[in-house]
């Protein structure tokens, strides 16, 4: 009860406050710029960090937040009304939102997609209270070693997961984040390591340059080669009139909602696999499949249900392993770290306010999702007519003002203009954005746990699978590999095939 208390205490705090007007303009901030298609919640969530210095620490986190579930819910809009998915994590729901509109059903499309959003992220609210403290009770018992493997562990099904065509891309992209993230003076001599002599690079690259760059610069470059397009929006029809219709559909939002939670858990994932899992998931326990795709409610609502538990669920390894669930979060833990808060494993038992702070501000959030997304579905959707080309201009000096901000150096400008570009390479060659920004986060990470292990077993690489939880990581990074080449995939397949057909023949004898 002594946790329970303190979220309430969080919450009231939060509620009978100025916080609760911040609540409202950010989440409502977040829902405008997930609606743009191509102003992903990563991005909004970078933008808006590089406003947030001169707030107090928790405001700055309630902004992002905010944000953070407001766009990650804005993208189902364009979703549904025009088949262009706001943000990544809407792609799934566009499948049969836009079947719905089609059928004169917007109204109801964009009722079930909104209540499905906020049950999503009660159920992960509720998932982050449980989970985050037991989990960062078991990772008292983490050592350095533990740490470093978490960390590879990370990168490989990152890379895995946002790249499943060709899952070496996804490695490449990850592990070229580790080498960014060398640049500079280590940790324990200082010794400049990758700054050819230059004064600036020994001081290594900003986090915040490299996210910024990485997503805002380069979606300005990705527009600028695109051809001028322009958004017409979409009559919606009568959207409080089902507004409650989502809940007869219990099982699917309860499912999709763990599903969408343990999604956000596993680091680098995201929300995008959340929604698809939570889709998948629901197409296979309907008793009307051949629906899904045609405009399926049940399977809108198992989509955007899936995407927004996943931002709850992304939380828990951040502030319980400081390691982000997804590209958003990593953002999100960059600013925790500007802002001088410190997640990790000792977070219930030196920041216990401040966590139940973050789950009362989870809840704030989705609750300002609701309403806004209720009210002013019609007043926001002006916002499509908005042209992307006329907001990169604004885009691109948020970039260069908020990368310059940070130290006031210039040098982080040009870092910031050098992964714009890096970034619009690499979608234009399809390696994926995100495994390179966990590299990037999780580099200290391994970096000085390697080198802290490293002195412990002195110079012992054994020492690295001596320990029972570092051969079960271990174990979990090398089946990803090996489960990723085509030669163990196909024996695999033939594996159960023989198990397959073994059983048949036992059954019928």
């Not at 969530?45 to 992002?64: D, K, Q």
């Not at 986090?207 to 017409?232: D, H, K, S, Y």
Request: proline letters at 5%; a neutral charge; aromatic letters at 10%.
């Amino acid at each position: 009860m002594d946790g329970f208390t303190q979220f309430l205490s969080a919450v009231l705090a939060i509620g009978l406050s100025a916080d609760l007007f911040v609540v409202v303009w950010a989440t409502l901030l977040g829902i405008v710029v997930g609606m743009i298609p191509g102003l992903t919640a990563t991005l909004g969530v970078a933008l808006v960090t590089t406003l947030t210095f001169t707030m107090e620490p928790n405001t700055a986190i309630l902004v992002l937040i905010s944000v953070y579930i407001g766009a990650i819910y804005g993208g189902g809009r364009t979703a549904i009304l025009l088949n262009i998915p706001g943000t990544p994590a809407n792609a799934a729901s566009a499948l049969d939102g836009f079947p719905l509109a089609k059928q004169g059903r917007a109204g109801e499309a964009m009722a079930v997609a909104t209540t499905g959003s906020f049950l999503g992220s009660m159920v992960g609210m509720l998932g982050l209270a449980i989970i985050a403290p037991w989990l960062a009770e078991f990772a008292l018992d983490f050592t350095s070693f533990e740490f470093f493997w978490l960390a590879v562990f990370g990168i490989v099904l990152c890379g895995q997961l946002t790249a499943m065509d060709d899952p070496l891309k996804g490695w490449i992209a990850g592990f070229f984040g580790l080498l960014i993230a060398m640049v500079g003076q280590e940790a324990l001599h200082a010794y400049p390591r990758f700054s050819y002599g230059i004064p600036d690079l020994e001081g290594g690259l900003g986090l915040l340059p490299v996210l910024v760059g990485a997503f805002g610069c380069a979606e300005v470059f990705v527009v600028m080669r695109q051809e001028a397009t322009q958004l017409v929006a979409s009559k919606v029809g009568n959207v409080l009139s089902s507004a409650f219709s989502s809940f007869r559909f219990a099982k699917t939002w309860l499912r999709s909602g763990a599903i969408g939670t343990f999604m956000g858990v596993v680091p680098g994932v995201g929300e995008d696999m959340g929604a698809w899992v939570s889709y998948a998931a629901a197409k296979r326990a309907s008793k009307t499949p051949e629906e899904f795709g045609k405009g399926s409610a049940d399977g809108l609502l198992a989509a955007e249900t899936g995407n927004n538990a996943a931002v709850p669920g992304a939380l828990i390894p951040v502030l319980t392993l400081a390691i982000p669930g997804s590209a958003p979060a990593a953002v999100l833990l960059a600013a925790m770290i500007i802002h001088g808060l410190r997640p990790g494993p000792l977070i219930m038992i030196t920041q216990a306010d401040f966590f139940y702070s973050v789950v009362a501000m989870v809840f704030w959030a989705s609750v300002a999702m609701l309403v806004l997304g209720l009210m002013l579905t019609r007043p926001l959707l002006y916002v499509l007519r908005i042209r992307r080309e006329w907001l990169m201009g604004a885009i691109f000096v948020l970039c260069v003002v908020g990368s310059f901000a940070i130290a006031g150096r210039i040098f982080d400008v040009w870092v910031m203009i050098a992964f714009g570009l890096i970034g619009f390479v690499m979608r234009e060659t399809g390696f994926p954005v995100a495994p390179m920004i966990l590299g990037v986060v999780l580099g200290p990470i391994l970096d000085n746990n390697l080198r802290r292990s490293l002195s412990i077993s002195q110079g012992d690489p054994l020492q690295f699978v001596s320990r029972p939880i570092s051969i079960v990581i271990a174990c979990m990074v090398l089946a990803i590999i090996l489960l990723s080449l085509p030669p163990a995939q196909y024996a695999l397949r033939a594996a159960l095939a023989r198990l397959s057909s073994r059983g048949r023949r036992s059954a019928d004898g």
